[in-house]
């Protein structure tokens, strides 16, 4: 018996040898992919670096919407070790609650009047919309299933993405929706388009609101504390199952801004446009670092840059046409390149170890 318990565990390192070791090989093709693509595209200077500049800027814009989405799933993973899969769509709510009080002010004729405070009352509006999505998934999909095995609450995450997806389509239509433009933020500042440095800005000022919530509010020790260790806060006194509705208010409330803002970026709202902000934010996250909040911050920023900078920098210079069709497939080699060689993400948090 003992041979036979020997032998199948030699056959087990054997299999996963062999699979890390194709791994590598793919990781490798791929980094000389990179290598190749960037290098010939940088010898035939195909780009001015005012093209360079404005790939770059877009980049950051786009990856701080994706950090502000990535930190809604990491902060849930840190309390429950779970994946949020229906963040996507919280995203999606506060878009459309956005796109029709904005586009009601529009035709008012508040908007023209007042730009930036409609710009502020249509992210408030978000927000308040995304957050109250988000907890009434919490007390009805997931609070339920707190004590069953993470399987049931992941595939329940599933089916809640896709009956929100088909909700919002059964109201407001598969068509899309022009969101109302702002005639203030055409144009550029020195050299940057407006929507760009505002897309960022009110990442970077929600970020801060963030760090200061979780830093010096009741509230934000309490979510601190159960995403440390949830039996000791339960029996230091913390009230669990508030603090989980507060960290999926807290991460709704966020998608909500984002929502917004990659709405300036992207004017259109439909019932499917938070699947890939929503897949792209958990490749932020996971790169970043599952459970570190400002690894999932840094993901952001890294992948919003690499989407934006990889199609023109490696797949021009490998002859691809229509590169920029292909820039979701340059994320998600770099969500494979970073699993394969660094699977603990760029600030640490090894996701096996906690499923």
Known sequence: MATTTQQAAVTRNRHVDASQVIAWIIGVLLVILVVVGSYRTLMLGRYTPAQWRDFITFGIAQGSIYALIALGYTMVYGVLQMINFAHGEVFTGGAFASYFFVNALAQSGFLKAHPFLTLIAGILVAAVTSMTIAVLVERIAYRPLRFA????????????????????????????????????????????????????????????????????????????????????????????????????????????????????????????????????????????????????????????????????????GLGIPAAHQLKDAIAFSILVLILIFRPTGLLGERVASRV
């Open 149 to 316: 095995p993470r399987l049931v609450p992941l595939i329940t995450a599933v089916g809640a993405s896709f009956f929100l997806q088909y909700t919002y389509r059964g109201f407001f239509g598969s068509g899309v929706k022009a969101f109302p433009t702002f005639p203030v933020l055409r144009g550029t500042l020195f050299g940057i388009q407006r929507t760009l440095i505002v897309a960022f800005v009110g990442a970077l000022l929600t970020l801060l609101i963030l760090l200061i919530f979780l830093r010096y509010t009741r509230t934000g020790l309490a979510i601190r504390a159960v995403a440390e260790d949830l039996e000791a806060a339960a029996l230091m006194g913390v009230n669990v199952d508030r603090t989980i509705a507060s960290t999926f208010a807290v991460g709704g409330a966020m998608a909500g801004v984002a929502s917004v803002l990659y709405a300036l970026l992207f004017p259109q709202v439909q019932f499917f446009m938070g699947f890939l902000p929503g897949i792209k934010a958990f490749t932020s996250a996971v790169l970043g670092g599952i459970g570190n909040l400002p690894g999932a911050a840094l993901g952001g920023l890294v992948l919003g840059i690499v989407e934006s900078v990889g199609p023109s920098l490696i797949l021009d």
